[in-house]
């Protein structure tokens, strides 16, 4: 006679011979271990399955053809578009991280460097306005007969020349050296922000500025290139929508918003892919600029594919509005998208 039992996550009685709830699909028998909530969790997130193994083949040799079946309902055989892309991201940015890390320590050298010598360059600067102010009083004075000045004017002019070279040599470098002074002292930011030049009633958004750039200055700009990286996966992933905007403006009548939010989020999981291979090969090899070249190149070839086959469009129009996404994208979206991404990473350093 078979026994009855409770299923631990819908609570249902199921019968104890079950080895999965028919309700809700669980495990009847639910052992908890470290080996079971480690591959939950690879299986939960990324999917290690034969569903990527067929995703990643259908993405990589038939441009458009994942999107389309996605789309048309067969959904169960592939990966999730936005699962596809996260997976895929996380790859590429901890690959990345190798290469972003070199560059964060020969930027923060270079820095530091110039924070070292921009006193000995201003100092420069002032001898050389020093000299021009000194030849140009001397010029005055020998050519007092040709201009038909007084001796009374050539002097007044004189006194406000050196009125102006003793302010040109002592003004900066006299807060650069009070503000060196007060960040040694330790002393409150309110004086060092305000020995910076910062009004007392400055508005709050300049007051942040005034802060970040005192950072900056304290820090000797180390880790603004970390910065900066940190923030490019979240403004990646805002990046997104403008391109299915893009797509949307081009095929107004082939799909809801979603269908082309589909297709870009598998279209930029082959850009990242792509990007893993060529940091991949970098590593093994010294890759030659003009396969640098047509790689960059074969990213406008794929996507003339892909648009020809999601679309159900002619060779003629697939190649046209191609070419015209990524020239929009690439003029438009992007310089804005990286000033944004500079500016907030500023604020956020």
Known sequence: MSTTNHCKNCESTIDDSFEYC??????????????????????????????????????????????????????????????????????FFFLFSFSIRKADNEVNKALKKGFENELNLDSLQVKTDSVGID???????????????????????????????????????FKKNELDSLITSNAPQAEKLKAMGLREDAGAFTKRVYTQLLKLYEQRGGGILKALYDIIPIAMFLLLPLFAMLLKLFYWKRGTFAHHMVFSFYFFTFLFTAFCVLII?????????????????????????????????????????????????????????????????????
């Not at 038909?148 to 003793?166: H, R």
């Open 22 to 91: 028919p309700y809700c699909g669980q495990e009847a028998t639910d052992n908890l271990t470290f080996g079971v909530l480690f591959s939950n969790t690879i299986e939960n997130y990324f999917s290690i399955d034969a569903r990527f193994f067929r995703s990643f083949g259908t993405l990589m040799l038939k441009p458009g053809v994942l999107a389309r079946r996605f789309v048309d309902g067969k959904r169960l055989k592939y990966l999730h578009p936005a699962q596809f892309y996260l997976f895929i991201s996380v790859i």
């Open 135 to 173: 030849v140009a009083k001397k010029a005055l004075k020998e050519n007092q007969r040709y201009t038909g000045m007084t001796d009374e004017e050539v002097q007044v002019i004189d006194s406000v020349l050196t009125l102006e070279q003793e302010f040109a040599g002592s003004s900066f470098i």
């Open 281 to 349: 090969a970098n590593k093994i090899i010294n890759v030659p600029i003009w396969i640098e070249t047509l790689f960059w190149l074969s990213f406008i070839f794929y996507l003339i594919l892909a648009l020809r086959n999601f679309y159900k469009s002619h060779w003629i129009g697939a190649f046209f509005k191609a070419n015209m996404i990524a020239f929009m994208y690439m003029l438009f979206v992007l310089p804005i998208a990286v000033a944004g991404i500079i500016f907030v990473s500023f604020l956020l350093y």
